[in-house]
Each structure stands twice: as structure tokens, then as C-alpha cells.
């Protein structure tokens, strides 16, 4: 089976935020005009809350072979409360129960026979002669949840598919290949998608009909997955091959539409400066100067457009425009003061929760996402080495102490995710969103005792319940007399309210949720998907260790409360470095040099992908230039080489997300859309960008060319829609600059001395800078650098000081006189004349 080659525009990876009005079509083929809106759309995926604003939860079908074309609206129950399995648990059991995947292992106890993804399900089908019904979900997603209780683990659904279908489940966090291909489908066609996503194909794995959550009976004139199942079947029997033709004729349209090469092999003059103008002008029509963030309702922390936002204040404050420069910050600043503020902030254990349903950041989605912990943790280190606010630094720590107390394994692997359902108590069956996170006034009061009413105040907690700030928060009315953590009033008013100094009421507040986090940790957990996912890893490798020096810029006197650890910094990089090792150790294999997706309880069947390369790439570069051992670049520089070999497309340019060495996948994509995870395409481009600043010759070249050529792929993406693009835009804008700027440092690595050095390197916000660091009397690092780039090596030669670190700022490597004092390189790169 061929695999096609696509680039993926915006529209496919973005969630809808209204319903949309698609039907079907009574053409046996979908028509070229679903495709076109794809370029463009601004249409996202996710999951929905049950205490989402919508009353209605779109669900389509496209067939002409279904009469009449069926098109379905799955109202969203008042009371998403659901009963887990227990007493029932193993009555059956299915080929799941052999799987690594949380989410696979979460559907073994089924009575549908489900296979995993894989040959043995593919024979079956065209043995039986059968349509496969595909369901693909994520073991912390609510909707997944609720099918499951109310379909798949109903006997009567059970038989309908067994008896009619091969039924396939998959976890997307585990292929994300095989969701792409038919949520690019489902998205296209019917212009909304999300998980769980539930696809028909024929037994060649062709595309026939699909949608997303399905209630199990019909309600309110519209079919139920029952009925939908069994329409289907007698299409199967009497109509189908108008339904494989329709399904052929949709991946060939989907090739058509989407595949891309670059018209040139760099962008046209003057783009990458005008798509990160337009982009941040986007951004800031969108802003929202009551609440922060940009756009509205539900609201997604997107970390690539404040990345974006602050990227170009650094711009224009270089070009003397401070006006401009400060109002950017101030926007990026004020969102995230709100965020954190906010209850989609996890005041109690730290982190953030996945979005917020409200425009004021208070009642979120509860689940908590592993790359929204690296990627928001950076952009708070990046605001506080802009402003030296201990506001963002102390966010950023929430973050990653979050992390290492809740989401690190024995062995330093860093899991995926946590669920927003878990039991409201312990002898509960029934799940319950954010009945972990929840309180009530009289909890509040009993736990916190003394100085409940202090902290009630600070956290607007009342007796009623406090969701209800928005028409959006609760409609549902799903936590009367509940309260979501929100900060609404300014500590300095309500600590001199009480005749407390400041200090002390920051004391308060820390202990007092110190004692709420104590008897939370009483309560039932949700789930916890403790699988290792290579991409995710590489983003929080990424801030734990930029976290390790810039964190180092704190006030000495900085109080720390909890959830805040007031960890030593240096800790941070520790725990990136066992993170790493556990990768190369459990899913990197040095003969082939190539990666495996994600781990648990062994490695993944599903290969490394993209992402996995380029977040990898970036993390490792963060953790040489913050102060890592040279073994850290080599292995970056070797997997770039692996990602060149194995995703670059060396004639049209660009990197397409998988090997396409897997023929059950139909679709190889290029990804460029920047979403709730950067696209892999973007992150490879500032890689590349950075790894020539590294080195000379012909391999910076390469590294250079290699960046035009991807970039010049998405020439009309960055033109026409650059908003969908915030992190490709930089690297736009990265590429041209018009001499790279770097910092060589020359001495011991373990002294104190380069320490602080590292410190000063990095204390000041600028994206566009390289920091390099030798020891001259270490024989791998200086032969490293005599094979990769000789410049290096010779500084290291003629600038050896004994019991001393030698700085040199240089442009191209062409450097000013060396400096020895970190204070004195700190003001040289703050001056603007470096």
C-alpha cells in the first residue's frame, strides 16, 4: 500500500469552538470544496468537557451510502458523572490486556474483542470480509471515558461489533501517525474533530464514514452508535463499493490538497521579517486586556504565541522602538499574571491544567499535560530574564516542582499525563471531573482552621460554591457549592486588611495550602498515564534546564512558599540529565542511531517520530549551552543527522513527520501548524538555525540550507496565515539575522567560576545567542571541536587561564576582548555592543 506525502496546514491540528454546519453530501465522492477549507481554517480538535458551554457535541457522517445521509448531534448530558467497572472487570478479556498502553490496558476488561493496530486485525478484516471500526483516544481524555462506559462495555454493543466489524483500538499518544491520517480525514470532511475519534475503514484501511463521541441510543430524533452501527453494516453489505470508492477518492483528494514542495529553496525576500510582523499584529487584535490571553472562550495556554510576542519585543526594543516593545511584553506579561492567577493553575500541587472553559481563566478542563509543563515553564523563565519579576520565576518553579513530586519515575523518566476524572471518595465507582481539585467552604474551613477565612478571601471561596464568574464556567450547574482556587483580589489589600505584613501573609497562604494539599493527597488520584513520550520529555528536558542558570538571577532574599520548594537550581539540570539518560538508555538504539516513540514497561512498537527527533534535538542543545557535558551536543548533532536521513525530504524540502516505512499508514505529513505542541517542522528549523551558529564550514552550511529549504516549503503559510504559525515565524526571522552572536567560554567545567559565568551568559533574554563552553585540558571536548568547528578549539588554546574562565562575545566568531569577570560579561551582553 502506497504511503501518500502531505503537508498539513493549520486547519488539522486546531479544536472547533462552535458548531459547525457540515452535512453530508449525496455525491459518492466528497467534493474538492471540503478540502479547500483546509488551508485556512481555523477550526482546532480536542476533547469536551462535560460542563462545556455547548449543549450540543457535533458528530458526523459522510455517506452517500447510508440513505439518508446521517448527521449527528450527541447532546452532552447534564451529569457527565460515569461508573467505572469494577465487580465486572474480568468477566472478559481481549488482546488489549497484552498492551503496554494505559489506554489499551483501560479497555482490556471490554466485551468488544478489540485488536490493537497491527497486521493480525488488518487479516482478520479481509478474511471476514468486514469493515474495521477504529477507535482512537488517550487514557486521560473525559468524552474517551464516557464512550467506554456507555458503549464498550455494554453487551448489546459489544455483539453488534464483534459480529460485524473488527474493532481496533488505538492510543494516540502512541501512534500518533495512524490519528493523523484519520483525524485529517474526520477534520477535513466535516470540519470539526476530537477524541474520541471514531473512524470506519474498509478492510484496506480506506477511510469510509466517521466522527467523534457517539451516545449509545437514540435521543431527541437523532440515531444513537447502535443504530449507526448497524446502518453501516447493511451499507457494507448493499452499497459498497460506492463506500470504498468514497473512501479511496477521500485519500486521494487529501493527497492532492495537502501535498507541498518548495517553489524555491529559500523564502522571497523580506517574508521573514513581514510574517512575524503580521503574526504579532494578529496576536494583538485578538488580546484580551480584561483577562489576558489571546482569543476567547474556552482559552488554551498556546505557549508559541507569547513566545512569538516576546521574541518580537526583543526585536523592536533592539531597534529602538520601546514603545512597541513594552506594550508587546505587557501583553504576554498580563496573560500570564492571569494564568497563574487563575484555576486553571493548580494552586495547591502546582502546574496547569489543560485550558480554561471560561474567558477569566477560572474553571479549566482538569487534566494536566506534560508538554504544557515544559512549554509554559519556559515562557515564564523568558518573562522573568526580561523583567527580573520573582513573580514569573516562582511560577516557573511551581511548574517543575509540580513535576519532580508528582511526574518523575524511579529511573528519571518523565510521565505523560494526569486525568481530569477520579472517584469522588474512596469507596466511589463513579468518576467525577475535578473532584480531586475541588472544595467546599466547609472543607476549607476544616482543613485550614486558624486562617480560613484569610484564605478564603484570597481565593474567592464561598458557600454557594464560586463558578460563577462566566456563563461559561458552570452552565451545568456540575459544582454547586464547589470552588475552583482563584486569585481576585491583590494580596497587599487583604494582608493589610488582616494587620499582617506581606511576608507573613505569603507565609499563610503557603501553609495553608500546604494543609489542603495534605488532605488532598487522602483523596482517590486520578489517573496517572505513566507512559514516556521522547517528545514530551525533550520540551521539559528544556526548561528543567534552562531553569538550572536562569533561576540563578533570583534576589537572594527570595521566599519561597509552598507548593514551591525553593529548590538550588543546579537540581533542575540533574533532572534533566537523568531524563535524557533514560531515553538513551530504554529508547535510542546507537547501532541503527534511531529512537523509539514512547516507553512503558519496555519500548513502544511505534518508531521514533519527528517530534521525537527535533524536541529531543532542542532539549539537548538547552542542556549543553546551560552547562551540559559535550556528549549532550554530540548526541544532538548525531540524531540530526538521523533526522535528515530519515524524515527530510532532500527534493522538496521540509521534514515529513514519520519514516514512512510503515505501509498501514496512508498519509506521510508535513506538519507546520504551531498548536497546544509545536510543530515538529518549526522546532527543526530553530534547531537548525542554532546548530549553525555552532559550527562552520560545510556542515553549518548544510545545517543553513537545510533551514531556507524547510522554510521555503511554507512560504505561503508564513505569507497568508502566519498567526497559525507563531514559532516557525521566529525561526523565520531567526535564519535572517544578520550575524550570529556567540559566547565562548574557556575554562574548567567544574569550577565556580565557569558556573558563574553560565549564570551571566544566560541571564539575559536573547533567543538569537549561542553560549559555548571548553575546557581546554579535556582532550573529547577539544577534539570535538577541532573536527567541528576549529575556531573553537583554537580560542580554547590561545585564552587557557589558569584557575580561571576566559568570555569571549563574538559575531560570526569574530570576538571582542575577552573578559573574566561574570558581572563585566553580564553588562557586555545587556549593553547592545556585543
Known sequence: MATRNLLVPSALSRTTNSINSCYATNSPNPSNSMFSRLLFSSSKLSHFRPNSPLKFRPIFLLSSALNPPIRVFAMAGKDQTFTTSTSHQNKHTNRLASEHSPYLLQHAHNPVNWYPWGEEAFEQARQRDVPIFLSIGYSTCHWCHVMEVESFEDDGVAKLLNDGFISIKVDREERPDVDKVYMTYVQALYGSGGWPLSVFLSPD???????????????????????????????????????VKSGTFAIEQLSEALSATALSDKLSEGLAQSALRDCTKSLAESYDPKYGGFGSAPKFPRPSEPQAMIYESKKLWDLGKTSEAEQHLKMVS???????????????????????????????????????QGQLANVYLDVFSITKDVFYSCVARDILDYLRRDMIGPNGEIF???????????????????????????EVDDIVGEHASLFKEHYYIKKSGNCDLSSRSDPDKEFKGKNVLIERNNADTIASKYGIPLENYHQILGASRKKLFDARSKRPRPHLDDKVIVSWNGLVVSSFARASKILK???????????????????????????????????????????????????????????????????????????????????????????????????????????????????????????????????????????????????????????????????????????????????????????????????????????????????????NKTVIHIDPSDEEEMGFWEEKNPNISAMAKSNAVAENVVALVCRDFACKAPVMDPKSLGALLLSGKA
Open 205 to 243: 484501511l480506506k477511510p469510509l464514514m466517521g466522527g467523534t463521541y457517539f451516545p449509545p441510543d437514540d435521543k431527541y430524533g437523532r440515531p444513537g452508535f447502535k443504530t449507526i452501527l448497524r446502518k453501516v453494516e447493511e451499507a457494507w453489505e448493499s452499497k459498497r463499493e460506492v463506500l
Open 334 to 372: 498580563f496573560s500570564l499574571q492571569c494564568m497563574a492567577r487563575g484555576g486553571v493553575h493548580d494552586h495547591v500541587g502546582g502546574g496547569f491544567h489543560r485550558y480554561s472553559v471560561d474567558e477569566c481563566w477560572h474553571v479549566p478542563h482538569f487534566e494536566k499535560m506534560l508538554y504544557d
Open 553 to 767: 538571577n533570583e534576589p537572594d532574599v527570595t521566599k519561597f512558599n509552598f507548593p514551591v520548594a525553593g529548590t538550588d537550581p543546579q537540581e533542575y539540570m540533574e533532572v534533566a540529565k537523568r531524563s535524557l539518560e533514560f531515553i538513551k538508555e530504554n529508547l535510542y538504539n546507537p547501532q541503527s542511531r534511531r529512537l523509539q516513540h514512547s516507553f512503558r514497561k519496555g519500548p513502544s512498537k511505534a518508531p521514533g517520530f519527528l517530534d521525537d527527533y527535533a524536541f529531543l534535538i532542542s532539549g539537548l542543545l538547552d542542556v549543553y549551552e546551560y552547562g551540559g557535558e559535550i556528549s549532550w551536543l554530540s548526541w544532538a548533532v548525531e540524531l540530526q543527522e538521523t533526522q535528515d536521513e530519515v524524515f527530510l525530504d532532500k527534493t522538496g524540502g521540509g521534514y515529513f513527520n514519520t519514516t514512512g516505512e510503515d505501509d498501514s499508514v496512508l498519509l506521510r505529513v508535513k506538519e507546520d501548524h504551531d498548536g497546544a505542541e509545536p510543530s515538529g517542522n518549526s522546532v527543526s528549523a530553530i534547531n537548525l538555525v542554532r546548530l549553525a551558529s555552532m559550527f562552520t564550514g560545510e556542515r553549518s552550511d548544510r545545517y543553513k540550507q537545510n533551514a531556507e529549504h524547510l522554510l521555503a516549503v511554507f512560504e505561503k503559510r508564513l505569507k497568508e496565515a502566519p498567526v497559525a504559525v507563531p514559532l516557525m515565524c521566529c525561526a523565520a526571522d531567526m535564519l535572517v539575522v544578520p550575524s550570529k552572536k556567540q559566547v565562548v567560554l574557556v575554562g574548567k567545567k567544574a569550577s565556580p567560576q565557569m558556573e558563574h559565568m553560565l549564570v551571566s551568559a544566560h541571564a539575559s533574554y536573547d533567543p
Open 416 to 442: 505523560s499525563a494526569e486525568d481530569a476524572d477520579s472517584a469522588e471518595s474512596e469507596n466511589s465507582t463513579k468518576k467525577k471531573e475535578g473532584a480531586f481539585y475541588v472544595w467546599s467552604n466547609n
